[in-house]
């Protein structure tokens, strides 16, 4: 879950709502509760979509990935124009952290083994947002499970034992050995996309090019997010209606 909640706290006016009229009837103590709520509403209404440059909509990695090139008024516009903007993404991602990307701009910027995986990725990126097939919940094709499996292969994400002293659970990650080895969890996030998560949620949204996959309990969301797109859409409808009345 990316945006607008925060799984292990309740929102403000809930909390408030749940203590005794006595309680309340402290005002110092209920002036604290429309502070405290007021905040809130900012916070959220505030929380950002993009990291670092990048919008990250798309509940899914190779998702987010494929919104690397968004379609700008009909024209698509490339984010990861070099081998440090893709650095960056991956940064931004979560997925490699500040010493990792330093090391491996360092050794393998400007290089043919760079542009090598910079051009694999362009290509598992095309293949996703370039390919209706994902979209919709429709079979997926016969070589683009044969390329996942050849990619997972050669770039295997790996299993970590992890424990915080009472309790252990699995951690996955990656060796990165060089540029190449950023296919590993792109590829992992397809096949598990395919294998485990619901096709037909897979979406492009209503209003511009940007794909997510809908992981909402209804399974009825239409845009890439209420910040970029469902504000401008609802308000567009709003007015459209407004001139139907008058
Ligand atoms: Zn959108």
Request: with cysteine; glycine share 6%; net charge neutral.
């Amino acid at each position: 879950m990316r945006f607008g909640s925060r799984p292990n706290e309740a929102p403000v006016s809930d909390l408030c709502a749940s203590l005794s009229s006595d309680e309340l009837t402290d005002k110092r103590f209920h002036y604290w509760c429309i502070i405290l709520a007021k905040v809130w509403a900012w916070e959220a209404a505030n929380k950002s979509d993009w990291k670092d440059g990048f919008l990250f909509v798309g509940d899914e990695l190779v998702l987010d990935f494929v919104n690397t090139r968004p379609v700008q008024d009909g024209e698509p516009t490339e984010l990861l124009e070099d081998f440090g903007a893709v650095i960056r993404w991956f940064q931004a991602a979560d997925l490699l952290n500040s010493q990792q990307a330093a090391a491996l701009e360092r050794q393998w910027e400007g290089t043919t083994v760079a542009q090598r995986a910079i051009k694999d990725l362009e290509d598992l990126r095309e293949d996703f947002g370039g390919n209706p097939r994902v979209e919709g919940g429709r079979a997926i094709r016969r070589s683009t499970i044969n390329e996942l499996n050849g990619l997972m292969r050669v770039h295997p994400m790996l299993t970590r034992l992890t424990t915080n002293g009472t309790a252990y659970s699995t951690k996955l990650w990656f060796e990165v050995r060089e540029p190449a080895d950023l296919l590993a969890p792109l590829a992992h996030s397809a096949a598990t996309l395919f294998a485990a998560g619901d096709r037909k949620r897979v979406r492009k949204c209503d209003n511009c090019a940007l794909h997510f996959h809908d992981t909402s309990k209804k399974g009825t969301r239409r845009w890439c997010s209420m910040q970029l797109c469902g504000n401008r859409f609802k308000v567009a409808a709003y007015a459209a209606r407004q001139r139907e009345n008058r």
